[in-house]
Structure formats: C-alpha cells, structure tokens
C-alpha cells in the first residue's frame, strides 16, 4: 500500500472542490458527455478506495444507511433507463454523488486533517477570486470561451452558489479556525452584500450557517463584531441610496433590494417577480406533494430520467432544460417517493444527531480545536441544505459533491468509539 495512491483521493477531491467552487457550473463541464470531470474523479477515487483501505474505520451505521440509499435508487435509475436512456442516469446525480462521503470517510486520520485544512483554502481563495469572476461574468461575457461542443461557458457561477461559499469562509472567521486580515474582512462583508442582493436563498443560506455558529457557541464575541459591520454596511446603502444595477440581472444591489430579500424569504414583499417565483415554486411543490404522499407515486415515485417540469405541467423554458423543482426535498419526494424521501432524511438527520453529540462531548472534554471544527461542518452543510431548498443546486455537481465531501468529513471527525456499533 502506497502513501501515493491513498494521498490521490485526497488531492482529486480537493481538485473538484476547488474548480466547483470558483467557476461553478463552467467547471462541471469539463470533459466529453457524459464523461465530465465530476463524475472521472468519482470513479477513479472510488478505484483507489477499494484497494487502498475503502473499509478503513468506517462508521457502520453511515455505511449501511449509505449503502441502502445507493442499492435503492440503483434500482430505480435501472427501470428508469429502460425508458429514458442516458437521461436516467444524469438524474441521477442526486445520489450517486454520495459515494464520495464513502470515500471521504475511509481516509486516515492524516488525510482527513490535510482535507480539511485544503477545504478552509479553497474556502479563502473564494473570497479573493470571487469577485474578479463574478465580474469578468457579467461585463465580459462576449469574452468567455465556452467548453468545446457545448453551449456552456468556462466561467458559470451562481450568487447563491457563491453565498454558500462565502458563509464557510465567515464561519472559519467566527469559530477563529482561519482568521481573515482586516482587508479580507471587509472583502467579505462587501460581497455578501453584492451576493446577497442578487439572491435570496443564498443569503438565507448564509443566515441560517452563522445562525448555528451562534447557537453553538453563544459566547463567540466575534458574532457581535460582525452584527456591528453588517449594520454599518446596510445603514451606508440606507444613507447613501446608492443602486448599482447588475448585467443580467433585475435586481440592483441596493438598501431596498435587501429589505425586500428579507421580507420575501417569509411574507409577502408585493413586488411581483419575487412572489410570481415564490407562488410559481410552491404550486409546483403542492403538486408533487398530491400525487406522492396523497396519489399513485407514494412509494418510489416518477423515477428517474423523465423531466419532472414538463410532466408536472411546470415547464417555464422553451428549451425544456428545467427539470427539477428548485428544491431537493421535492426533488427527492417526486423522484423516488416516500420511501426514498424517508431514507434520505433519517441519514441526514443521524448525521445531524451525531453531530450534536459529538459538540457536546468535545465541549465537555474542552478540546476547543474539536469543537470548532464541528460547529463548522454544521453551519456548512446546513447552508447546503439550505440553498438547496431554493435552487436546482445539491442535484448537480457544484453543490453535491461538495454536499456529501462535508458530509463525509463530518462522520470522520467522530469518535467511532462512541459512535459506532461494537
């Protein structure tokens, strides 16, 4: 057994992490269809795996719950190929992804800190180069080469996406596991306002991380600095009234569009592009509810490879490249049913519960470095969930991977004594 083969999964993984990150769904298309970059990694990390220690201190209940998900969506992509082709296994996505929580979770103790400290890089080259790609994006388009023999360019980045991002960087901040210079701070705080005026979801997604930092660690004085900055910023945009209009976009980064993010996100704000969004989301959410939990798809539901958007009757493009209905909890709901729906929430939540309880045994041990770093991998991956409650995002490559690569390095920080079935 070779320290290079098992160090390989650790430098691809952090190689997808880093393009996903940066140039979102620009870097997802790299490669031949439907041999992209995300899925090459996948089968040449999960080579590696199986023999170079796949088994290696795996936490079994994770395993079997993993497992279980995997062999019944297997199943139902096979009926859905049947039909649909190639299609079924591009929806697939939403599961096959979770094989890299399997491979994260069978590296070593000195791979999973080296993973870690690549993620908390990644994270701050976010921050820095961020900004000059959301740029080059909207006043530069004409100037953005696309992927060969595809209508994709090479830099496709999402502010929602982008916000996720951004709100690991500000928990690395709070929880002081990497601290920004004074300069970077205030880098940060500009483009959460940016981001957050272009999305919604993205800055609920932000919201809800540093929310869970809070709650985890109440005495964080760093919680009231950054409440001061934000209040600081947003009262500038107040006085000042300044409106910078983005290409592409109609929303204006603005005191106003911020007020109106906030009211949108739970009440009616009365501007009639949010709320035709909301309504437009929500009468597609009761219709996949009617015919799964109320209807004839209650147990697997549609499968996979048929477009949910034109068979729900919810198809807003010309092009029909809308296949999903921005929300993954639906996503899942429609496309395998209630039991489908059932598997996946217990797993998220026994990772949530193992979670906590490592928090709480890591608090009572005092090891503070333990500790942080748990409070990260929740407020992270809950800003995942989040977003993906709002967008087409944990579905495809740029939030999925780096879904279940948190996932996975969340059951490795646990203590498999305590953890696990003995």
């Known amino acids: 057994m070779t320290m290079s083969g098992k160090r390989a999964r650790v430098s691809l993984i952090s190689f997808l992490l880093l393009g996903y990150a940066l140039f979102g769904k620009g870097f ?3 490669g031949i269809h439907p041999f992209y970059v ?3 990694v996948l089968m040449i990390t999960l080579f590696i795996s199986f023999f170079y220690g796949f088994f290696n201190k ?11 998900y995997v062999c019944m969506n297997t199943v139902i992509m096979l009926f859905g190929i049947e039909y649909y082709g190639i299609m079924a296994i591009r929806d697939s996505a939403i599961w096959y992804y979770s094989l890299f929580a399997l491979i994260v979770m069978a590296l070593n103790v000195n791979d999973k800190n080296i993973l870690f400290k690549r993620v908390c890089i990644v994270l701050k080259y976010t921050v820095i180069i961020a900004p000059i790609l959301l740029i080059i994006q909207k006043f530069y388009t004409d100037f953005i080469p696309f992927w060969p023999g595809s209508d994709i360019p090479i830099i496709y980045i999402k502010p929602g996406d982008v916000l996720v991002m951004l709100s690991g960087v500000l928990c690395l901040h709070l929880l002081k596991i990497q601290v920004l210079n004074p300069i970077l701070f205030i880098l940060l705080m500009i483009e959460i306002l940016v981001f957050g005026t272009l999305n919604r979801g993205g800055l609920l997604s932000l919201i ?12 964080n004085r760093r919680i009231l600095y950054l409440l001061m900055s934000g209040t600081i910023l947003i009262s500038f945009l107040w006085i000042s009234q300044i409106e910078l209009n983005m290409p592409g976009s109609k929303r204006a980064v603005s005191f106003e569009q911020i007020q109106d993010n906030v009211l949108s996100i739970s009440i009616n704000s009365g501007i009639d592009i949010m709320e035709g969004t909301k309504n437009f989301r929500l009468e597609w959410w009761n219709d996949i509810v009617n015919y799964t939990i109320y209807g004839d798809y209650f147990y697997f539901g549609k499968g996979y490879g048929v477009n949910l958007a034109d068979d729900d009757g919810h198809q807003v493009l010309a092009d029909s490249s ?7 909890f ?3 709901l429609a496309r395998t049913g209630v039991v489908g729906l059932t598997i996946w929430l217990f797993l998220i939540l026994k990772w ?3 979670m906590f309880t490592e928090v709480g045994m890591a608090k009572k041990s005092k090891d503070s470095v333990k500790t942080a770093k748990i409070i990260f991998l929740i407020a992270f991956l809950s800003a995942y969930l989040v977003n993906g409650s709002f967008d087409v995002y944990l579905e495809g490559p740029v939030g999925g991977v780096w879904f279940w690569v948190i996932f996975g390095l969340g059951v490795l920080h646990l203590d498999y004594k305590k953890h696990s079935f003995n």
Do not use: C, D, Q
């Open 38 to 40: 995300g899925e090459v």
């Open 58 to 68: 795996f936490n079994l209940p994770f395993i079997i719950l993993i497992v279980i």
């Open 330 to 332: 639906m996503t899942i």
């Open 28 to 30: 997802a298309h790299m």
């Open 352 to 354: 949530y519960a193992s």
């Open 208 to 219: 809800v991380a540093v929310l869970f930092v809070f709650l985890l660690n109440p005495k």
């Open 322 to 328: 809308l296949r999903s209905p921005h929300n993954i």
